[in-house]
């Protein structure tokens, strides 16, 4: 599947975990679009086809806000494909339960309401630490592809 993964990470934590989805899609034999939402002009970035899956990952900024470049993303993404996108979104996240539990990780949770995501959030609090991070990883992309590959094909 040609896959679509835009990401913002202010310090980092962020852009590991989408590392780690990256690699995991590749070893699965998809192929992978980059974006890095910070990076330049995000219109100017994105595949002008519409790709099979978009995994959209942010960091949670003040009280479980979307962050500003992430919106900017997604105004993009709806200007270059139309709402509802005709294809699914999967969201991560990164975050922070100090904030609370009612903000932690918001920006993935509200991505993923706006979107309609029909797969769960996949939540990591700070930057991916250790096996059990890493197995929730692919657990969590095996997942996203089984089930996307699943309703695109007959
Ligand atoms: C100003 C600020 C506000 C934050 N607010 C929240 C929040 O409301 N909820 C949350 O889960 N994390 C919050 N965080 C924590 C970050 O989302 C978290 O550290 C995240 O892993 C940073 O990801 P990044 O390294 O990819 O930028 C906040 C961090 C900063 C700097």
């Known amino acids: 599947m040609h896959i679509l993964l835009a990401f913002a990470s202010l310090s ?9 989805v990256r690699g995991r899609c590749e070893a699965l034999g998809h192929r ?3 974006l890095d939402v910070d990076a330049g002009d995000i219109a100017l970035a994105l595949p002008a086809d519409p790709p099979a899956l978009c995994l959209l990952g942010s960091w949670t900024d003040n009280a479980g ?7 900017d993303c997604v105004a993009a993404l ?5 709402l509802p996108l005709p294809f699914p979104a999967a969201v991560f996240g990164t975050g922070e339960t100090q904030w609370g539990e009612e903000y932690y990780c918001g920006a993935a949770r509200r991505l993923a309401r706006f979107f309609h995501s ?6 990591i609090e700070q930057m991916p630490h250790g096996a059990a991070d890493t197995h929730a990883i692919h657990h ?7 089930t996307t590959e699943t309703s695109t094909t007959c």
């Open 12 to 20: 980092g934590n962020t852009r590991e975990v989408a590392m780690l």
């Open 32 to 34: 992978v679009a980059w």
């Open 65 to 71: 806000r979307t962050p500003a470049e992430m919106k």
């Open 78 to 82: 709806r200007d270059r494909f139309g």
């Open 118 to 123: 029909p797969y769960p959030v996949l939540e």
């Open 140 to 146: 969590w992309t095996d997942a996203v592809l089984a």
